[in-house]
T-cell receptor
């Protein structure tokens, strides 16, 4: 158990819909990272928050947004869903805020868009 | 775009043999590298990391080698065990980017 909690574990929805994925980092970790993992793309970096502030953005679509709240949990919002958004979405947390140091990953949220 | 690539998508080894998983990274500004292991149905788990001021770092049964001249990273696993079967990812930080960019992964299959 990494100490990172992601909910929901599985989610099935239809195209055009909007979903919210939630992540609770390990106790004491200020950084939260979001990654998308699909079969043909590996782990794609989406976004990094540190202590409530956005630190870095990756290949995150405009239809996607995220935020980190004062209690350090984070949410990833995916809207106008398309079939290609079906993937595993991982959240990871770390103490460091500079893209170094061990990232602790959650078990992921599997999104299926029908 | 940014990318970290792996030479071999699948590596099959016999139990007890040593495994070598290779990785080419693209950003010469990267100064931190990390290897992760992902078992089926689970999130990635940290194996070992290395900073650019080092060429080699050893852990328990694992060794990471870094060749900055050719931008190459490798993970060596000694006496490979069935429990080592997983997908292995290398990742780089791209310098001061606040990101950790992962490669596409190599599947290590350990034959008993």
């Amino acid at each position: 158990d990494s100490g990172v909690t992601q909910t929901p574990k599985h989610l099935i929805t239809a195209t055009g819909q909007r979903v919210t994925l939630r992540c609770s980092p390990r106790s004491g970790d200020l950084s939260v990272y979001w990654y998308q993992q699909s079969l043909d793309q590996g782990l794609q970096f989406l976004i990094h928050y540190y202590n409530g502030e956005e630190r870095a953005k990756g290949n995150i679509l405009e239809r996607f947004s995220a935020q980190q709240f004062p209690d350090l949990h984070s949410e990833l919002n995916l809207s106008s869903l398309e079939l290609g958004d079906s993937a595993l979405y991982f959240c990871a947390s770390s103490v460091a805020g500079y893209g170094t140091g061990e990232l602790f990953f959650g078990e992921g949220s599997r999104l299926t868009v029908l | 775009g940014e990318s970290v690539g792996l030479h071999l998508p699948t590596l099959s080894v016999q139990e007890g043999d040593n495994s070598i998983i290779n990785c080419a990274y693209s950003n010469s500004a990267s100064d931190y590298f990390i290897w992760y292991k992902q078992e089926s149905g689970k999130g990635p788990q940290f194996i070992i990391d290395i900073r650019s001021n080092m060429d080699k770092r050893q852990g328990q049964r694992v060794t990471v080698l870094l060749n900055k001249t050719v931008k190459h990273l490798s993970l060596q696993i000694a006496a490979t065990q069935p429990g080592d079967s997983a997908v292995y990812f290398c990742a780089e930080n791209g310098g001061a980017t606040n990101k950790l960019i992962f490669g596409t992964g190599t599947l290590l299959a350990v034959q008993p």
